[in-house]
């Protein structure tokens, strides 16, 4: 068991020691996020944690655009302004879908009104008791794996090479080695984003949902994820995820996906019933 939240916990350039795990939304969540190995700067990734009554809220995860100009600033500001929307419709009994939406779309003003090119990605899940639906833009990714391994929904990165892994193009195992895995085609902080909504899914009591940044995505292979975390304590699962991907982001002259970078991410189960 965790920590009960009872109000928003947010992580704004911060970097961890340690998973921390808290209950919400009828479920637990373990949270992990740290700038890349020996990085000076800010950790550019940010998440949060929103409870809203007793078996609802939303997790989300953020990451700032290193190439542009306040990238932490960027994750930051668009996590404040979802807690803000989603905290004020959940207060108003109003559904936190149009909280989410309006977040997003606030944030997205604010960023642009900023003037200095700043941007950010964004995913975001909206738990109902056992019923989660994913929003996002850019390539943090969402992804929903049963106790077997199977992926029960992945989000697709907005990205060149994420739209070349959906139409076949590129095998998903190669994908993690391109050379342009690194470009973003749509984020917060643009006239023409847009916010990609998956469908309503129903999590069985084994189920485990992920929510990550693309520092675990350019290190970690999707099966290595899902076979790390479907199945175990979640908090364990969690912990060895963290220590999976900071190996991987090591230098090694092993042939193996190597991509020092921020990284966090989000595990949610629903509590057994």
């Known amino acids: 068991m965790g920590i009960i939240l009872t109000q928003s916990k947010l992580y704004l350039g911060k970097d961890l020691a340690e998973v921390e795990t808290f209950d919400i939304a009828a479920g637990l969540a373990c949270v992990y996020t740290h700038r890349a190995p020996g990085k000076d700067t800010e950790n550019e990734d940010a998440a949060g944690l929103i409870p809203c009554g007793e078996s609802g809220g ?31 419709q959940c207060r108003e009994g109003i ?19 900023l003037g200095i090119g700043s941007a950010t990605t964004l995913a975001v899940v909206e738990i109902n008791g056992r019923c989660i639906r994913a929003y996002h ?26 739209y070349m892994v959906e139409a076949g193009l590129v095998p998903e195992d190669d994908a993690i080695y391109h050379e342009d895995r690194h470009l973003v085609s749509n984020v917060i902080g643009t006239a023409d984003m847009r916010v990609e ?13 992920l929510v990550a940044s693309d520092g675990l995505f350019d290190n970690l292979l999707i099966k290595e994820i899902v076979d790390t ?10 912990e060895t995820l ?11 002259t092993i042939e193996q996906p190597h991509k020092p970078d921020d990284l966090c991410f989000i595990l949610f189960r629903p509590v057994n019933r």
Do not use: W
């Not at 936190?96 to 009104?113: F, Y």
């Not at 909504?197 to 949902?209: A, F, K, N, Q, V």
């Not at 975390?229 to 969690?238: K, Q």
């Open 58 to 88: 939303a997790i989300l995860v953020a990451d700032g655009l290193g190439g542009l100009p306040a990238g932490q600033q960027a994750s930051g500001k668009v996590v404040f302004q979802l807690n803000e929307a989603v905290v004020n």
């Open 95 to 113: 559904s936190l879908r149009e909280g989410i939406l309006d977040g997003i779309e606030q944030a997205n003003s604010g960023l642009i009104n």
């Open 137 to 162: 833009a850019g390539d943090s990714m969402i992804l929903v794996t049963g106790q077997r391994g199977k992926i029960k929904y992945q989000s697709i990165p907005h990205s060149p090479v994420g």
């Open 197 to 209: 909504i998956g469908p309503t899914i129903e999590m069985s009591r084994y189920d485990t949902l």
């Open 229 to 238: 975390i479907r199945t175990g304590p979640l908090p364990a699962a969690a």
């Open 242 to 252: 963290k220590n999976r991907c900071h190996d991987r982001m090591k230098p090694t």
